[in-house]
Structures are given as C-alpha cells and as structure tokens.
C-alpha cells in the first residue's frame, strides 16, 4: 500500500482508538483492482452488518430508557429544579437515540457502498423512519391485542425476529427477556 511508513509512523504517534483503518469504503476507486480488495470488502460487508444490527439493539434500548425517563418525570418531577435535571435526562436520552439512528444509517450506507444489492439492504436492514423513533407507552397499560412496544420494524428486527407464541413464551421462560430499570 503507498504510503505504509508515514502511516505506521503517524499510528504509533495516536492512541489506539484513534486510528484510522483503511477499509475497503474508505479507499480510492483505484484499489478495486487489487487482488486483495474483494476478500477485505467482504469482511468489511460482515463488519457492517454487525454494526447495523449492534446499533438497532442499542436503539431499542435507548427509546425504552428514553421512555421510562419521560414516565418518571410526569409522575415524579415536582419543582422547576427536578423538571429542569429530569429534562436534561430526557434530552440526553433522546440525542443517543439520534446517536444510535445514524450509527445504523452509516452502516446501512457503508453496505450499499460496498456493493450490496438495494434490495437485499432494503430487506434486511430497512430505513429509519421518523415514525420508527416513536414509542407506545413501556410503563403503561396496554390495551388487548396491542402488546408491541410501537408498529416500527425495529422491535421485531434482529435475534428474536417475529415470535409465535409458543416461541415467545419460551423465550420468556428461558430467562432471555432483559427488564430495563
């Protein structure tokens, strides 16, 4: 690769996280002709679909901790100065949700990049909506029938997947569910 000494000089200046890996989306058209540049693109693909898949668990997790801090300050919040504090919670909350959103969007754009079929993207790891960033209550009651935490796709996206009842109760029974607090 052109350039490896003043590259292995400027890592050995920088701390370990800040250096930069030269992957396959990141370089110049002109590498795609190299024998080595198909094999590092299909590993970048696995890497970015685990990166999208990591981001739309941790999306779930922050809209359910988004959620849980808007209940507890309406229920609990008394005072300009608990109000103000429990805002600072929420919008914090809400900003690593918007955090988490483009963590996926980045690996979804990186997979269409590297040559993926739109379809196949499209299929496996959809585009965020608006709509799919609103939650239904978590700490209410939910009516019957209506038990999912939004219509989004990205609570029935990943591990789990869609669920017959069977299956979901003996997911539950397994001890997989992990409560939020």
Known sequence: MPGTSSINKLHQELESEQVTLYLPSLLPIEFQSLPWFNDLKKIELDLR??????AIDELRMSLQRKEILQAGRAEMATGNDSI????????????????????YMNARSS???????????NKAFPTIQPIDLVTK????????????????WIWTHGVRGILSEQEEFNYIEDGMVTVLV
Do not use: P, Y
């Open 84 to 103: 103000t504090c429990a805002q600072a919670s929420i919008d914090r909350a809400h900003r690593h949700v918007l955090f988490q959103k483009d963590q």
């Open 137 to 152: 209550s978590l700490t209410g009651f939910k009516k019957l029938g209506d038990g999912r935490n939004s219509n989004s």
């Open 49 to 54: 679909k685990g990166e999208a898949a990591d």
């Open 111 to 121: 997979m269409l990049h590297l040559g993926e079929t739109f379809s196949v993207i």
